[in-house]
């Protein structure tokens, strides 16, 4: 589905799809319910062109034989002021078909009946069976013959394996009508001749309405895999209405301790994870890799994940999926297992996993030229789930058979890490301490932290701190799954890495302050060691891990430097850095002073399961974190600064 002011044009992407400006067009775009199954509330509120737009998607009685789902478009009111001077608005309706890399002998057909718009997929393969979709509208409360309603019509021969970059073949269709008949005072598709000239070539076709602003209207679309009986209009509101209730009950049922908080914060934590859930995406291709003869890299393969933004970063990141999983594998453990075995699908002969996985042309439009490097880990946060499902009591079995079938894949990924991101990379005897290893070292990618400050002057990281308590974690994960698998030799040697990299981690403390930080080295020299002088996130995994030890110093420390004005506490939770660091809110200021979710997360997680008998650390727990930033129409992803603008040292 997109939209447009239907009496001008200036460039392709005033036409509304994917609305990649939406914040800077104050564009509202919004989940009010995704259930992950069967259903899916979404609406739209565009004051430029004074529309107000709700859309529903359906599946009915869907079984393995056959597919039914319906997809619901309803233009309302638009209230509050609209910043718009058009008096018609156009929406079309796009049928794709996609191939991928594999062709195939499928095509579209379009019949207008009175009441109905049909699109077919055909086959010239006589085996398959035709498929179906019934278009049919009422406008301002009544039901519209279609020679009734104003539209527009149009089937293309295109790529099938292109067929995702839908927004310019539609507005060169518009802008070739327009020279062909200026004086129309509507944008109008391209008379549709493809049908009669080619018409098994039709892979796409553009259904076209028009709509007075001030109109309301329903649009209906109904697919069947296999029937075109029922396709036509009917009253959905009741299923509907089932379908919203079902979802609350079931979200109710899934985070049970929302419903201790005000209603407000209730609907903010729902609003959340419907959008998380809207932003569940299947991509299928291959990488753009350093490394291009890499099998991961060549090969296409397909990748179920929740990204982090529909707009602005709408492709997997590894170390962002396993902070989404921990709610989605909540919400629903097949698509949950499912997710993360592509993850593990995507593993190298070496153990490399991309930490960034863009497949195909349609993702990597939205950055081109994004290349992953064989040399960058990531933080193996996929774990924080997988722990989750296998020590759930009420777990089904088919965690244990995952955990068993993708061991080997753990491993290889484990190995990889061990030898790839350790500190005896460069300067020897550093075994059991690790560093992140990237191109350059001003900005690390591979942390997950992108441009978090690792250096000081001439001096760069030796060993860190955050790769170092990811490893402990990492081990000891290993450790259980080995140890209950049976395999007591893997067992044995996931022991030794756990202990011996826990040993090693105390001497990233820094005794003049009690607080554990990266060890740099000077570049030139190799020889003077210093601990980095940039306090933030990094100096605070100990704690969020559970590794400092209750009653220690290093715990009263760490716990003071949170809790402190001067340092990263803020109103809105823990800063990333300093506020008195140098780098504080410079360059992209990325990680460099915005508030993280996914950090604040592990913090409070850490003082809950490992500090809740520790006065200080309850609370720092239980205090209150302002609210004021939720009447913004956006909510952040677990990645992005939960206040719209950098929590500067004034303000």
Known sequence: LMYLNAEELQKPEDIRYKIRNR??????????YHNLNNFAEHITRDPNLALSMTNHFAKINATNEQQRWISRTLLNKFDGQPNNTNNQNSLILIFNLESFDKPDAKYLEIK????????????????????????????????????????QIQG????????????????????????????????????????????????????????????????????????????????????INKLREQTDTYYKTVFPNNKQ??????????????NLAGGLQYNYGDLLCNVPESKTCKSKKGML????????????????????????????????????????????????IPREQPRGEELRNYIPGLVENNNEGNPPSLFFPLLYLYKKTESSGKVNIFIEQYYQSFKKWYYWFYRTQNANKRSGGYADRFKWWGPIEE???????????????????????????????????????????????????????????????????????????????????????????????????????????????????????????????????????????????????????????????????GLKLHYSDVPEAVKIYTEPVSYTHLTLPTIYSVQISVVAVSLKKKN
């Open 443 to 605: 900005i690390n990618l591979g942390s997950g932290m992108d441009d978090y400050p690792r250096f000081n002057g001439t001096s760069v990281s030796e060993v860190n701190i955050d790769a170092q308590v990811w490893m402990i974690f990492w081990s000891d994960a290993m450790r259980l799954f080995s140890g209950d698998l049976g395999r007591q030799a893997d067992k044995i040697f996931f022991n030794q890495r756990f202990q011996n990299t826990l040993k090693n981690m105390a001497e990233l403390l820094d005794k003049s302050d009690l607080l554990y930080k990266d060890l740099l080295v000077d570049e030139e020299t190799r020889k003077q060691h210093t601990f980095s002088q940039h306090f933030g996130y990094i100096n605070l995994f100990p704690l969020a891990f559970g590794l400092l030890p209750k009653g220690s110093a290093e715990l009263n420390a760490t716990l003071d430097f949170i809790y402190n004005n001067d340092t990263i506490w803020s109103e809105y939770g823990l800063r990333s850095l300093h506020i008195h660091d140098e780098f504080y809110g410079v360059g992209s200021n990325y990680w460099r002073g915005p508030v993280w979710v996914g950090i604040n997360y592990l913090v409070l997680k």
């Open 112 to 151: 207008e009946e009175e009441n109905l718009i049909v699109v077919t997929i055909q086959s010239e393969d006589a085996s398959k069976k035709p498929e179906y979709f019934g278009i049919s509208l009422s406008v301002n409360g009544v039901s519209k013959k279609i020679s009734e309603v104003d539209h």
């Open 305 to 352: 994940s929740f990204t982090p933004s529909r707009f602005g970063f709408p492709r997997p990141f590894l170390w962002d999926e396993g902070f989404h999983l921990l709610l989605g594998c909540r919400w629903n453990e097949d698509i949950c297992l499912t997710s993360i075995a592509n993850w593990l699908d995507t593993i190298d002969d070496n153990g490399w």
């Open 156 to 239: 293309f021969a295109s790529n099938k394996t292109k067929n995702w970059n839908v927004l310019y073949t539609v507005a060169d269709s518009l802008n070739a009508a327009k020279a062909k008949t200026p004086e129309s005072k509507l944008l109008r598709l391209d008379t549709n001749e493809e049908f009669q000239k080619n018409p098994k070539n039709v892979s796409q076709i553009a259904v076209q309405f028009f709509f007075a602003v001030q109109d309301t209207a329903e649009i209906q679309v109904v697919y069947d895999s296999s029937s075109s009986e029922n396709l036509g209009f009917s009253d959905l509101t009741p299923l």
């Open 23 to 32: 914040p800077s067009e104050n564009i509202l775009y919004n989940f009010n």
């Open 261 to 274: 908080l005000p209603e407000r914060y209730q609907k903010c934590a729902a609003s959340a994870f419907y």
